[in-house]
RNA sequence: UACCCGGUGGUGUAAUAGGCAACACAACUGGUUUUGGUCCAGUCAUUCGAGGUUCGAGUCCUCGCCGGGUAGCCA
């Protein structure tokens, strides 16, 4: 996917629907700008990369700038090494917001300038309310509110008590500033809301210069203005806000006010995208960390190995729109596999190692065999692989008994070894007291170096296989689902989200992987033939050894034709 | 019960000024293949309901039905 593309003749979402209206009507005098306006109190994941691919995106389709603005107004729970956290994602994710880095607190004067504007104008006022009676004066759904004590102050009053608030001579939550809109509006969000807090916290970027903060309604619109964004893209939850969205940039006789547009946030099965359930697994070490492979954090991606395009792409995909969906997780899954299949490198990795004699091969031979990187791309070239006397096979390709279809594998058959020789296995090796087959011994036709045989005979069956002279044991994490319910939020009251996390999700192995992976570096991504996609765990990776990660499976028929039969 | 917003196949997203419901994923068939991967071909919906306007409605109007959101000094 390329965003910088314009669409011409692609099919638009109601977004861009909305903008080219925008932009046919403005005649030539608007630009687009957007904005990616996380709060930093928490670390960035999958339904953040939606919203940072439709702003960065748009953008860049109609030859805009995204901007990004740190929506900083409550300190209470925002740190600045969230800051960090997340600059870092956006740009992994691969946006750049170039110079474009703003700050809500770095507006916290014009916005106080403008509060003292309504309250000239007559439009806000100083309330001495406390938060549960401010709540009682609102009404409820069905009636409409009673007007505070409070409305009808003159504006000198308003302007001394304001600035005594600013002074920070009272205490926290004991006064607030309102906007004087209707205190029996049927939208609750224009009764009379809340503009500033009085809150005596460390702000991260201003410290304790402000012992007041505006809310979020108060902010944000604002600062789209300051910032001179023309559409302020954000999901469902503002659309009720959205008339108190344009009242105050209304009021404050705004040019050119910026547009809000909402829509539906990425909702994935058997993930979540709730920040505060994603702490809570954290915290209560349902997982290692904010990083754990098996999170949807942009972090836990990353380390997974999940590449940022594929994310990208995965969200162009699922499109935009009001309706609030759920996406199937295995979109997110092909969209990984459809971006490393021509790119990935191929290796050969056993997970579930069983030992393979080949009788008729003479013992300390061996010989080196060439496969193909990636027969994708020519261009990746070709490897040597060991081949031996002794080998390691994956378990799950022999059995004792073959059921219908099963094609790999059996006393008494044949099977190809993928690049090298056709093996048949003649003899099963068992432990005496587990019964556990821990060997196999098998003959191999020389006659069919490279799998081709000599007589024109077919064999079906190809399967992996390392050699064990020049193999390497390394830890293998598979990942599934973090959650066993697609909708892990769906709980049987009394219960916790936490009953639905599946206790498979990790599962670790013990594989034997081809020399050539030896040298794996962070960052590559590997497909182990017939098994999946993998990259070296860059956390726990060391000198005691290599970790790969699985990022996705490769998709199995015969798994599924299994499955079936059941 | 007030207000706001939604409803198109199993899942999502489309449908230029009303003009043959398209694309992707899933599923199922089959083909190719030295990865049971990839790739290729085929099958799978009369658009929540009822009226109305119109030569013609997924698109416009009316009335319903169903689903989501809103009563933080959170964002």
């Given at each position: ?8 003749g692609?099919?638009?979402n109601?977004?861009e629907r909305?903008?080219e209206e ?14 990616f306006?996380?709060?930093?109190n928490?670390?960035l994941?999958?339904?953040?990369a ?36 997340i ?7 691969g946006?750049?917001?170039h ?5 809500a ?10 509060a003292?504007?309504?309250i000239?104008k007559?439009k806000?006022?100083?309330c001495?309310?406390d ?33 005594r ?38 702000h ?29 893209l954000?999901?469902l ?11 105050y940039?209304e ?17 994935v ?14 915290e209560e070490g ?7 492979p ?10 997974r ?16 729109a ?18 490393l ?7 050969f990795g ?11 091969y ?18 990746a ?14 378990r ?11 094609f ?6 044949e ?5 090298a020789?056709?093996?048949?296995c ?19 036709d ?23 002279i ?29 009953t639905?996390l ?8 013990r ?7 030896e ?21 726990d ?17 015969w ?8």
């Amino acid at each position: 996917m390329d965003l910088s593309k314009p669409r011409g003749g692609e099919r638009r979402n109601f977004i861009e629907r909305a903008i080219e209206e925008d932009l046919a009507s403005a005649d030539g005098s608007m630009e687009i700008t957007t904005r990616f306006p996380p709060e930093p109190n928490g670390f960035l994941h999958l339904g953040h990369a939606k919203a940072i691919c439709i702003n960065f995106g748009i953008a860049a389709t109609y030859g805009g700038v995204c901007n990004l603005r740190f929506d900083d107004t409550n300190p209470s729970r925002e740190e600045t090494r969230y800051v960090e956290a997340i600059k870092e994602d956006i740009r992994w994710l691969g946006f750049d917001w170039h110079e474009r880095l703003f700050f809500a607190s770095g507006y916290f004067q014009q916005l106080y300038d403008w509060a003292e504007f309504l309250i000239n104008k007559g439009k806000a006022y100083v309330c001495d309310l406390d938060p549960d009676e401010i709540r009682k004066f609102r009404g409820t759904f069905t009636e409409s509110g009673k007007d505070s004590p409070n409305r009808d102050r003159g504006v000198e009053e308003n302007l001394d008590l304001f600035r005594r608030m600013r002074a920070g001579e009272f205490a926290d939550g004991t006064r607030t500033l309102r906007a004087k809109i209707d205190m029996a509006s049927p939208h609750l969000v224009l009764r009379d809301p809340v503009m500033y807090r009085i809150m005596k916290a460390d702000h991260h970027r201003t410290r304790d210069e402000w012992p007041i903060y505006p809310m979020y309604d108060w902010a944000h619109g604002q600062s789209d203005a300051i910032e001179g964004i023309s559409h302020s893209l954000c999901s469902l939850e503002f659309e009720n806000h959205r008339p108190l969205y344009d009242w105050y940039t209304e009021n404050l006789e705004l040019e050119s006010p910026p547009r809000q547009i909402e829509f539906a946030r990425l909702e994935v099965t058997y993930t979540l995208t709730s920040k505060r359930k994603l702490r809570h697994l954290v915290e209560e070490g349902h997982v290692s960390g904010w990083d754990d492979p098996r999170m949807p954090t942009l972090k836990g991606m990353r380390r997974r190995g999940v590449p940022p395009e594929a994310i990208c792409n995965f969200c162009e995909e699922v499109g935009v729109a009001k309706f609030r969906s759920t996406i199937d997780m295995v979109r997110l899954e092909n969209a990984i596999r459809d971006h490393l299949n021509p790119r990935a490198l191929r290796r050969f990795g056993v997970l579930d190692p069983i030992k393979v004699v080949i009788t008729n091969y003479p013992e300390g031979q061996q010989e080196t065999i060439e496969a193909i990187n990636n027969p994708e791309d020519s261009a990746a070239g070709t490897r040597q692989v060991t081949f031996s006397r002794e080998l390691w096979i994956e378990r799950a390709d022999f059995r004792e008994e073959a059921p219908r279809k099963f094609f790999r594998l059996v006393p008494g058959r044949e099977v190809r070894l993928r690049y090298a020789y056709c093996i048949t296995c003649d003899e099963v090796v068992k432990d005496p007291d587990s019964g556990e087959v821990v060997e196999l011994r098998c003959s191999y036709d020389p006659q069919s170096s490279g799998g081709r045989t000599s007589d024109g005979r077919k064999v079906k069956g190809i399967i992996h296989w390392v050699s064990a002279i020049d193999s390497f044991e390394a830890e293998v994490r598979i990942y599934d689902h973090l959650f066993a319910s697609p909708r892990p939020e769906e709980v049987t009251e009394g219960q916790d989200f936490t009953t639905n996390l599946n206790p498979d999700s990790l599962i670790v192995k013990r594989a034997r992987l081809e020399a050539a992976l030896e040298s794996a570096s962070p960052g590559e991504r590997f497909q182990f033939e017939r098994v999946g996609y993998f990259t070296l765990d860059e956390v726990d990776s060391g000198a005691a050894g290599a970790v790969f990660n699985r990022i996705v499976a490769l998709r199995d028929s015969w798994a599924k034709i299994e499955k079936r039969k059941k």
